[in-house]
């Protein structure tokens, strides 16, 4: 049996594909980050099925494990939180798992927040580098920047509500006020919003709005 990889929605439930809701009906365990939160949406499928927690703090230990039962023929969906499975997220080990032992292993696409926020930027999408997340130092973040301030394309990376003010502030500490960047927050959701512009007027806007959510940050070339 194969393994799926299979992308769940970042926020609008009818981002579900049909073909996910098939291919979770006939999944005989479901290796996902937190039961709660896919035992939500099952229950939303009226889907039930059982479940594993497959962390990045137990990823090395199950992943030969989860990899033996397909193996024995089971049925292994794995699916994160939201988005698409091994993008900043578990999965990367239990995938590689499964090629080294010549598997089968079929993605089922979807929502992934980075390719969604750049669709809808207006930056240049020719080029990119996707970072995910940050380290949480500023000494790390003013590296990254240094490092990449003249990278010929888009810069993508991942925050959380908790740090997004903080990045934006050593990225203009690091690349200046000017730098066009577009943030994009709460995709899919009753509160998707783009921000666009200078570096300096983004944070401007985003300091007297609501900081909750989920964030893509996207810096253009100089
Ligand atoms: N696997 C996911 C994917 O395919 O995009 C990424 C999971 S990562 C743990 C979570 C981060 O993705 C958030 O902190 C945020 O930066 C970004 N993200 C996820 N959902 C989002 C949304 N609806 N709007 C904006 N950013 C989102």
Do not use: W
């Amino acid at each position: 049996m194969p393994l799926y990889v299979l992308a769940t929605p970042i926020g609008n439930l009818s981002d579900l594909s049909d073909r996910a809701i098939e291919t979770l009906k006939l999944a005989d365990q479901l290796a996902c980050e937190d039961t709660r939160v896919t035992g939500k949406l099952l229950s939303k499928l009226e889907i039930k099925k059982d479940m594993i927690s497959y962390r990045e703090e137990n990823e090395k230990f199950l992943a030969p494990k989860l990899a033996d039962k397909i193996e024995n023929g089971s049925n292994i969906v794995l699916v994160s939180d939201a988005g698409t499975p091994a993008i900043s997220d578990p999965g990367y080990r239990l995938v590689r798992e499964c090629r080294k032992r010549n598997l089968k292993v079929i993605p089922i696409p979807g929502p992934v927040a980075f390719t969604t926020a750049l669709s809808a930027s207006g930056l240049p999408t020719d080029r990119i580098l996707f970072e995910g997340f940050l380290a949480p130092k500023k000494s790390a973040r003013h590296r990254f920047f240094k490092e990449q301030k003249d990278f010929s394309g888009t810069l993508v990376c991942y925050e959380s509500c908790h740090r997004i003010e903080k990045f934006l502030d050593d990225l203009i500490f690091c690349l200046g006020p000017d730098r066009e960047i577009c943030v994009a927050k709460e995709l899919t959701k009753i509160h998707e919003n783009f921000l666009f512009g200078s570096a300096k007027k983004v944070f401007n806007e985003l300091k007297v709005k609501s900081k909750k959510g989920e964030f893509v940050i996207m810096i253009a070339k100089k």
